[in-house]
């Protein structure tokens, strides 16, 4: 025997409303007084009614859906930072579809398709790059996008980082307090913004003081990359006595890597410091100084963007870069007068 489906016109005659007003009720963002919104919910619950979500974005030309895109998972910033980004779009009415690229683009014309054939209202690139042609299938579809933790030179392309050039100073700034004889660089994928900006910030400050960076390896924001650097780092002659590692899942490698391949101890023989400052930097066994990325703030400036671009197509798009502490621990040495609660601002 079939079940009669029900309607939003049934719910509308139990609860005594008009069929509209069940409409703003289901509606993210609509007016619905609290004793109507009560009494619709109360009907729906008894009739077992759900609305059409499909149907609705069909006749309003809006999903609600905003498409995810995101590589490096095995990066801890990353879930973290996603877990917020869907909370705070489900808080505003949306849902969220994840996809995973490669750290290069060129799975991206793929993936952007199948994110399309969504009819997403708009879309996040969590450390993935997108190219101007992507970028303009994109635009003529409607569909504003915003980077996330990356940055482009491409002007109609907003993005939300951190102060990467900035960061890049503070560990400067910090280490050549510590007065190292040999300053080693750990550096991650060369086609990314962070790592880009992360390392002219720090070879800028360095400079000022008539410093440069003595030892450079890649590790390419992987860990057994950021392994193998460590090893050809520390196989030529004079090795460095301070590394600065472009983020902290390459530091926790790094810092195995010298104490239980090599046999040096963190941070007497060599200091160690880190980006991003995920939850396991703050673990004892790693204990990493680092710099901190205002997760919350860039998922929040993340969010306001984009929904300014939905709701205004003509809006122009910006680009925000939000400063972060140094946090101080003790994978670095300490310079004279400072303290493992000493915050580098």
Known sequence: MSQIKVTSADVAALAGVSQSAVSRVFTPGASASAKTALKVREAAVKLGYRPNSIARAMVSGKSRIIGLVVAYLENQFYPEALEKLSAMLQDRGYHVLIFMANTVTDNLDEILDEILDYQVDGIVAASVALSSQLLDRCQN???????????????????????????????????????????????????????????????????????????????????????????????????????????????????DTLRFELGLSVPHDVSVVGYDDVPTAAWRAYDLTTVRQPVNQMVARTVETLLRQIDDPNSTPSRVALDGPLIIRRSARLPEGWTNETLCE
Not at 205 to 216: S, V
């Open 141 to 255: 579809a409607g569909v504003p996008v915003v980077l996330f933790n990356r940055s482009q030179d491409l002007q109609s392309l907003s993005s939300v980082t951190s102060d990467n050039v900035q960061g890049g100073r503070k560990v400067a700034e910090f280490l050549l307090a510590t007065a190292p004889n040999r300053i080693g660089y750990i550096a991650g994928w060369e086609g990314a913004s962070t790592q880009r900006d992360r390392e002219f910030g720090f070879r800028q400050r360095l400079a000022e003081d008539g410093r440069d960076i003595d030892l450079r390896t890649i590790g390419n924001f992987h860990m057994d990359s950021a392994r193998q650097a460590t090893l050809e780092m520390f196989d030529r002659g004079d090795p460095p006595d301070a590394i600065f590692v472009a983020n902290d899942h390459m530091a926790f490698a790094v810092m």
